[in-house]
């Protein structure tokens, strides 16, 4: 049996390889027009950090990690989000005392062990952005807006994005209590793991898998109350998104699966995703950083599925088609072969795209893969043109063809390729 890559990854090669540089370049772009400095943390984390900082009780530490120790017995994890991670470098680096307010963005992949399926996989990509060190609703209000501007710039259209705010972590123990007085009465009609929800993290019924909990849980609607405070940070949250033109749905009651969040959260849905229609989400997070041994640093951030943003994106990718660039050098005599590597080598040193066959075969099939290779120059270099010391060179977009004397092509074709 042939081997196959693991249900849920994917090679990325081909065509696809176009669309994803230019969805990695719009992401760096997007980022930078906000100020936002890359980071590349590890792939393989220690355990730890993700049971800390995602929740115990989150669908992604309770089913979803790839966990395993290591032959030292070191329990590893490769990474299921990325904040945790920016968060833990930051700590590390002590990025918080260098700066009040570090804007960080990141890209690459993730690992969650769920079912592949349309818009779900095992290992997938995601983009992301963290502001940390500010609790400033303006803060909330720009990630919201980059996030925005980030999707749109990769060509995804009809965007809607929910808000909402679950309250300060104080605020949240009392929707806490309140929910679970709403689902006491009803516990025997809860699945077993909403059950044992109750008593650990009740907002978690929020997004359980079965209906029948979820329609308890939202029964009597939004069940996070909001202190004086949070109303007020959420008001200019809102404010500041006013001011900056962007639309946005606060009507709609929504979960989020990550123990972290609290006051601003969001999502953002794109049409032709289907089921999966979620294509970014993020929120504040206030406490995290102390979680993780830090200091009280505020933050802010979201996540965007870079797949999603394909998919989304689909016909409206606007990547160029490849335009022609570079020679060909089509070698027709075996014995010149290495005074053709000579010569595509200096091109090269002269940063030059050059490529050649290295078969000999036919001045056909060699103009046939010249075209293939999309390159705009063709360079015949055989017997007859080393005895009359001269070359024919071809101009595949113009269809032109000049003659020039054998010391000189390469410098000439240097000249024209870089102009
Ligand atoms: P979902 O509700 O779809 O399971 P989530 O709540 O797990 O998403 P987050 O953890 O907030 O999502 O991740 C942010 C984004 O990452 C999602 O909106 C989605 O675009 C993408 N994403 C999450 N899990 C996957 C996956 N298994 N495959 C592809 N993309 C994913
Ligand atoms: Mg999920």
Same mark, same amino acid.
């Given at each position: 049996?042939?081997?196959?890559?693991?249900?849920?990854?994917?090679?990325?090669?081909?065509?696809?390889?176009a669309d994803w540089t230019h969805i990695?370049q719009s992401?760096?772009?997007?980022?930078?027009?906000?100020?936002?400095?890359?980071?590349?943390?590890?792939?393989?984390?220690?355990?730890?950090?993700?049971?800390?900082?995602?929740?115990?009780?989150?669908?992604?530490?309770?089913?979803?990690?790839?966990?395993?120790?290591?032959?030292?017995?070191?329990?590893?994890?490769?990474?299921?989000?990325?904040?945790?991670?920016?968060?833990?470098?930051?700590?590390?680096?002590?990025?918080?005392?260098?700066?009040?307010?570090?804007?960080?963005?990141?890209?690459?992949?993730?690992?969650?062990?769920?079912?592949?399926?349309?818009?779900?996989?095992?290992?997938?990509?995601?983009?992301?952005?963290?502001?940390?060190?500010?609790?400033?609703?303006?803060?909330?209000?720009?990630?919201?807006?980059?996030?925005?501007?980030?999707?749109?710039?990769?060509?995804?259209?009809?965007?809607?994005?929910?808000?909402?705010?679950?309250?300060?972590?104080?605020?949240?123990?009392?929707?806490?209590?309140?929910?679970?007085?709403?689902?006491?009465?009803?516990?025997?009609?809860?699945?077993?793991?909403?059950?044992?929800?109750?008593?650990?993290?009740?907002?978690?019924?929020?997004?359980?898998?079965?209906?029948?909990?979820?329609?308890?849980?939202?029964?009597?609607?939004?069940?996070?109350?909001?202190?004086?405070?949070?109303?007020?940070?959420?008001?200019?949250?809102?404010?500041?998104?006013?001011?900056?033109?962007?639309?946005?749905?606060?009507?709609?009651?929504?979960?989020?699966?990550?123990?972290?969040?609290?006051?601003?959260?969001?999502?953002?849905? /794109?049409?032709? =995703?289907?089921? &999966?229609? %979620? #294509?970014?989400? $993020?929120? !504040?997070?206030?406490?995290?950083?102390?979680?993780?041994?830090?200091?009280?640093?505020?933050?802010?951030?979201?996540?965007?599925?870079?797949?999603?943003?394909?998919?989304?994106?689909?016909?409206?990718l606007?990547t160029?088609?490849?335009?022609?660039?570079?020679?060909?050098?089509?070698?027709?005599?075996?014995?010149?072969?290495?005074?053709?590597?000579?010569?595509?080598?200096?091109?090269?040193?002269?940063?030059?795209?050059?490529?050649?066959?290295?078969?000999?075969?036919?001045?056909?099939?060699?103009?046939?893969? /010249?075209?293939? =290779?999309?390159? &705009?120059? %063709? #360079?015949?270099? $055989?017997? !007859?043109?080393?005895?009359?010391?001269?070359?024919?060179?071809?101009?595949?977009?113009?269809?032109?063809?000049?003659?020039?004397?054998?010391?000189?092509?390469?410098?000439?074709?240097?000249?024209?390729?870089?102009?």
């Amino acid at each position: 049996m042939t081997l196959q890559a693991l249900r849920g990854t994917t090679d990325i090669y081909g065509e696809a390889i176009a669309d994803w540089t230019h969805i990695e370049q719009s992401v760096r772009a997007s980022a930078r027009l906000y100020g936002y400095d890359e980071i590349r943390t590890p792939i393989l984390e220690d355990s730890a950090l993700f049971l800390r900082s995602i929740g115990e009780t989150s669908d992604i530490v309770q089913k979803e990690m790839f966990r395993f120790e290591d032959r030292g017995g070191h329990d590893m994890v490769l990474r299921p989000e990325g904040t945790a991670a920016v968060v833990r470098a930051l700590l590390q680096h002590k990025m918080h005392k260098q700066q009040a307010l570090n804007r960080l963005f990141y890209m690459g992949p993730m690992f969650r062990a769920e079912r592949p399926q349309a818009g779900r996989y095992r290992q997938f990509h995601q983009c992301g952005v963290e502001a940390l060190g500010s609790e400033h609703p303006a803060v909330d209000a720009e990630v919201i807006t980059l996030c925005y501007q980030l999707l749109k710039n990769c060509g995804v259209q009809d965007l809607r994005i929910n808000i909402t705010s679950m309250g300060t972590r104080q605020d949240q123990q009392a929707s806490a209590e309140a929910l679970k007085a709403r689902l006491q009465p009803h516990i025997d009609q809860l699945c077993a793991e909403c059950q044992a929800r109750l008593a650990k993290n009740v907002f978690r019924s929020l997004d359980c898998k079965k209906e029948q909990c979820r329609t308890l849980a939202w029964e009597g609607g939004w069940p996070f109350l909001l202190s004086t405070e949070s109303q007020e940070h959420y008001d200019a949250v809102r404010r500041a998104l006013d001011a900056a033109q962007i639309e946005y749905n606060d009507q709609e009651a929504f979960a989020r699966g990550l123990d972290y969040y609290t006051r601003t959260v969001f999502e953002v849905q /794109a049409s032709g =995703l289907g089921a &999966q229609n %979620v #294509v970014a989400a $993020g929120g !504040r997070y206030d406490h995290l950083v102390e979680d993780l041994g830090g200091p009280a640093v505020s933050a802010v951030g979201f996540a965007a599925g870079m797949e999603r943003i394909l998919i989304a994106a689909g016909e409206h990718l606007t990547t160029e088609p490849q335009q022609r660039h570079g020679v060909f050098l089509a070698v027709t005599h075996a014995e010149l072969l290495e005074q053709g590597i000579r010569y595509v080598q200096q091109l090269r040193e002269q940063g030059v795209h050059a490529m050649m066959d290295f078969n000999v075969r036919s001045l056909k099939a060699q103009f046939r893969e /010249a075209d293939r =290779l999309r390159m &705009q120059y %063709v #360079v015949v270099f $055989g017997e !007859r043109e080393l005895s009359e010391k001269r070359i024919a060179l071809k101009d595949l977009d113009q269809g032109t063809q000049e003659q020039i004397h054998l010391n000189e092509w390469v410098a000439h074709i240097t000249q024209l390729a870089k102009n």
